[in-house]
C-alpha cells in the first residue's frame, strides 16, 4: 500500500481535460514539493512536474500541477493518443526521511 | 547529453546480495544525487534510496538494513547492493539523477533483476 493515494485509473476522449489526484498527508505533501512522473509503457518514468507546478523544458503546457494542503492534482487538457500512460505523484516524506511515491494512476485515452 | 545505464546479474539466488551498477556519462557523480528505484511487474514505483555526490545518503527505512550504496568517482557510475535478496526483491531497477527541489530529471532504461 503506497503512502500517497491515486486512483487506479482515469480515462478521457481525445480533446478532452482529465485531472488526476494525489492524497497525502502532514508528513509529505503537506510541507514538501510534489513531483509527478509520467510511465509509458515498457520505458522508464519521465518527470513531468516539478515543485507541485513547474514544467521541465519540452513538456507541452497542457500538463499542469497543482497543490492545496496535502493534496497535489495533475491536470491534463487537450487530451491525445500519446497521454495514454501511467502517472505517478512523488513528495518527500518527513516522517520517513525518504521519498515515497503514489500507486500510480493509468490513463487511457478512449 | 546525460544517459545512464544500469547493468546487473539480471538472475539472483537468494539468499544472495545484488549488485547493480550505472554507469554514468554527460555528467559526473560529483554533482547533484543519485537514486535508484524499483519496479515489480505491473505494480508501482519504489524509492530504495538516493546518494549525494557529498556523501550524504538516504535509504528507504523499509530496506535501510539491506541496501548500499555508493560512488565510483573513477568510473563515473553509482552501485547498489541490496543483500539477503527474496522473491519480494524481483523487479526492474532504475537509476536516477536528481537535483535538490528539481526531483528525478533523468533516468536510465532499467535493468530486470529475478530472484529465484
Known amino acids: 500500500q503506497s503512502v500517497l493515494t491515486q486512483p487506479p485509473s482515469e480515462s478521457g476522449a481525445p480533446g478532452q481535460r482529465v485531472t488526476i489526484f494525489c492524497s497525502g498527508n502532514?508528513?509529505?505533501?503537506?510541507?514538501?514539493?510534489v513531483y509527478w512522473y509520467q510511465q509509458l509503457p515498457g520505458t522508464a518514468p519521465k518527470l513531468l512536474i516539478y515543485?507541485?507546478?513547474q514544467r521541465p523544458s519540452g513538456v507541452p503546457d497542457r500538463f499542469s500541477g497543482s497543490k492545496s494542503g496535502t493534496s497535489a492534482s495533475l491536470a491534463i487538457s487537450g487530451l491525445r493518443s500519446e497521454d495514454d500512460a501511467d502517472y505517478y505523484c512523488?513528495?518527500?516524506?518527513?516522517?520517513?526521511?525518504?521519498?515515497?511515491f503514489g500507486g500510480g494512476t493509468k490513463l487511457t485515452v478512449l | 547529453q546525460v544517459q545512464l545505464q544500469e547493468s546487473g546479474p539480471g538472475l539472483v539466488k537468494p539468499p544472495e546480495t545484488l549488485s547493480l551498477t550505472c554507469l554514468v556519462s554527460?555528467?559526473?557523480?560529483?554533482?547533484?544525487?543519485w537514486a535508484w528505484i524499483r519496479q515489480p511487474a505491473g505494480k508501482g514505483l519504489e524509492w530504495i534510496g538516493r546518494i549525494y555526490s557529498s556523501g550524504t545518503i538516504n535509504y528507504n527505512i523499509f530496506l535501510k538494513s539491506r541496501v548500499t550504496m555508493s560512488l565510483d568517482t573513477s568510473k563515473n557510475q553509482v552501485t547498489l547492493n541490496l543483500t539477503s535478496v527474496t522473491d519480494a526483491d524481483t523487479a526492474v531497477y532504475f537509476c536516477?539523477?536528481?537535483?535538490?527541489?528539481?526531483?528525478?530529471?533523468?533516468w536510465g532504461p532499467g535493468t530486470m533483476v529475478t530472484v529465484s
Open positions: 512523488a513528495a518527500w516524506d518527513d516522517s520517513l526521511s525518504g521519498r515515497v
Open positions: 554527460g555528467a559526473s557523480v560529483n554533482n547533484d544525487y
Open positions: 515543485k507541485n507546478n
Open positions: 536516477a539523477r536528481g537535483r535538490s527541489l528539481y526531483g528525478l530529471e533523468v
Open positions: 502532514t508528513s509529505n505533501i503537506g510541507p514538501n514539493y
